[in-house]
């Protein structure tokens, strides 16, 4: 567990943590610079890059108009000629928007070119719901960028993996789709001073334990932590399964952890259909069929567009609830069959 | 020219937006609104000037800062409040909320959270109304931001190409959040990016509804003579940040108090005075009712139920 590993210490919320990454890359590397709508003085509306101004100036943070194909496909541009900037969309519902310089430009300049060009290509942005935010606002859509071959898709749950995989992912020279969440970006978490990064596509036990496997990722993973304490209250130990980034996965940690706890849930916020957790569902019985003792599980968010009622929201938002009642039916299932 | 009724109703539209969106700010703190709000104060003039020189058949596009055009569509506070306290008796059943406010029976196409999304499904709206041959007007709001998007080019050059009846009412409130407009577009007056496309474009005080309403009409008249569509620039002013939890502290205090000293509903207030002979007892009887109003919707919408998961759910069915 990458947490526990940090020595007691420092504590910073996901949203510094971030800014560290950015900070740390930006001194390091002057080719790094970062763009996004009122991302300067105002610091990003997640405040995620403040202060960054000040530092680095008004040529290397640039506040854009509101413009978002065209300045991500200016970003797309300046990293094919040698930049590594890091662009930021404010919500990943306006990630529609730019799609094109995404899927058909990011994603295909270097095999188009035959591995010569190289796009060294940050794109943050935030999903989730939570905040009243209602359907254009709290979209979780990590399935779309997954879907297409030439991307990196990142996650991270905490502080400490948010820093590390935001500096991995600026190093990287292909396009990275950096996915936070609104509801993290308050959240603490031990982020060690010294430097440290997260490798691309390494995931992450949360928490170790025998007899189920639940597998979640971003805002999820804290859903799962609090399933798993309610799970040994009743003498179930679930083990929390952190991808941290979805494409490309880290199948070897999750079938690991499968061929122990032999039970699986998976918890995704987004909405079921054509979500990541059929398709990781679908390789482990390909992969672990006959280690599985029973069906897996889904978790997942309501197939319908965010409701901006507030109880209607949470109604269609997965909980730890949830992920507790899956969870026993993974483990009880297999008991009442072996009755 | 302009009778006094006429002058008054302006005034009424004016004030109620007023009153609305104070009103809500009120319930935002008191925690019962989510999400984000959006006010429309100060720029309550674009709305109500340029919705009094549509007619019953005609369509409005709306924005995030949607509450005044709605208002001057003729909506029904009631609903709205409603809607933007999350309950089924809103316009959109408690689904959509601040940003997505839409009353299709009288032509409202209904808010956005997509800046710049409305923009094209306006000139679609058009599009449809030339096929058909209906006369009807789409007037499409959006503001300084909106304007530096790709869809507005695109859409402006589509509906200028096809001569679709749009009016394409740019609100330069000369801020995209914190963004003013000076460092997100080299032009001086936005109205002449149109003249580029070959539109017809104008630009008014955004703050005097008389002005809105006189560019609005006559654009309105082109539309219907097949001269569309025309763009209309109308300068304004937030009286506060881009939404109600910030504080605008980047916005000037000199620029906000030139403003407010051209509040568009005092002046509004002035011409139903000052042309139309309205007397103070006039205004008071007008201020009474709207407050009545809103303080009975604000009531209805509190005693209001939420929509109930069963229902929720057998709407969604196959969704
Ligand atoms: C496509 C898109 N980009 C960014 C945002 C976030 N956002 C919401 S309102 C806003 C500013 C819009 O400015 P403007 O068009 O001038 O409208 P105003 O708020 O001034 O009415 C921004 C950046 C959004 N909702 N949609
Ligand atoms: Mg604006």
């Known amino acids: ?339 | 020219m302009y009778s006094k009724k006429f002058l008054l109703d302006l005034y009424k539209t004016m004030y109620t937006i007023r009153v609305f969106e104070s009103e809500c700010i009120k319930l935002y703190r008191q925690g019962l609104i989510r999400g984000y709000y959006h006010p429309y104060l100060g720029e309550e003039a674009v709305g109500t000037g340029v919705c009094a020189a549509l007619g019953k058949q005609d369509y409005i596009v709306s924005t995030h800062r949607g509450h005044g055009h709605c208002i001057a569509r003729g909506a029904d506070v009631k609903h709205m409040v409603a809607e933007v306290l999350g309950k089924e008796t809103g316009y959109c059943l408690g689904l959509g909320g601040s940003m997505h406010i839409a009353d299709i029976t009288v032509g409202n196409l209904g808010a956005n959270g997509i800046v710049g999304g409305g923009i094209p499904l306006g000139v679609g709206a058009a599009l449809a109304s030339k096929i058909r041959k209906e006369d009807r007007v789409v007037a499409i709001f959006f503001s300084d931001g909106a304007s530096n998007n790709g869809v507005f080019a695109e859409s402006l050059n589509l509906a200028g190409a096809w001569s679709l009846p749009v009016v394409f009412v740019l609100e330069n409130n000369h801020y995209a959040v914190c963004t003013p407009v000076e460092k997100s577009c080299k032009a001086d007056d936005l109205y002449t990016i149109g003249q580029g496309f070959g539109i017809e474009s104008h630009m008014v005080d955004g703050n005097d509804v008389l002005e809105v309403y006189a560019a609005a009409q006559e654009a309105v008249a082109k539309c219907r003579k097949a001269k569309g569509p025309v763009l209309i620039e109308a300068k304004t002013y937030r009286h506060g940040g881009h939404h109600v939890n910030d504080p605008g502290a980047y916005m000037p205090q000199d620029r906000l108090e030139y403003f407010k000293s051209r509040d568009p509903v005092t002046l509004g207030k002035g011409h139903a005075m000052s042309i139309g002979k309205a007397t103070k007892n006039d205004i008071a009887k007008i201020d009474k009712a709207v407050q009545k109003e809103m303080d009975e919707a604000v009531a209805f919408a509190k005693e209001s139920p939420e929509m109930s998961e069963e229902r929720f759910f057998e709407l969604v069915e196959n969704y």
């Open chain 1, 1 to 339: 567990m990458a947490n526990a590993k940090t020595k007691a210490g420092r504590e910073l919320q996901y949203r510094e943590a971030l800014n560290e990454a950015l900070k740390e890359e930006m001194r390091r590397d002057d080719t790094v610079f970062v763009m996004g709508e009122n991302i300067g003085e105002r610091g990003g509306s997640f405040k995620v890059t403040v202060d960054l101004i000040h530092e680095f100036g008004a040529d290397r943070v640039l506040d854009t108009p509101l413009a978002e194909a065209s300045f991500t496909g200016a970003g797309v541009g300046a990293a094919i000629a040698g930049m590594r900037p890091v662009v930021e969309i404010l919500f990943i519902d306006f990630t529609p928007l730019i799609m094109d310089q995404i899927a058909n430009q990011a994603a295909k300049y270097r095999f188009m070119t035959g591995f010569k060009g190289s796009v060294p290509f940050v794109l943050r942005t935030q999903g989730g719901s939570g905040n009243g935010l209602a359907a254009q606002h709290s979209q979780n859509l990590e399935a779309w960028f997954c879907h297409i071959p030439g991307l990196r898709v990142v996650m991270p749950s905490t502080p400490y993996d948010a820093k590390g995989l935001l500096k991995s992912a600026i190093r990287h020279d292909g396009p990275v789709i950096f996915l936070e969440h609104k509801l993290l970006y308050q959240t603490k978490g031990p982020v060690p001073e010294k430097e440290y990064v997260v490798e691309l596509g390494k995931g992450d036990i949360k928490r170790e334990g025998r007899d189920v496997t639940i597998i979640a990722w971003s805002h999820m993973v804290l859903h799962a932590l609090k399933a798993a304490d309610v799970l040994a209250q009743e003498g179930i130990d679930a083990e929390v399964v952190d991808p941290r980034t979805l494409s490309p996965l880290d199948t070897e940690l999750i079938l690991e952890s499968v061929r122990k706890t032999e039970h699986v849930v998976i918890a995704q916020e987004a909405v079921r259909r054509g979500g990541v957790g059929s398709d990781i569902a679908s390789y482990i019985q390909e992969q672990a069929f006959d280690y599985l003792d029973a069906p897996i599980r889904i978790v997942a968010g309501h197939n319908t567009p965010m409701p901006f009622n507030l109880h209607l929201e949470s109604v269609c938002t997965p909980h730890a609830e949830e992920i507790v009642a899956a969870a026993k039916e993974t483990v009880y299932a297999e008991k009442r069959a072996s009755a």
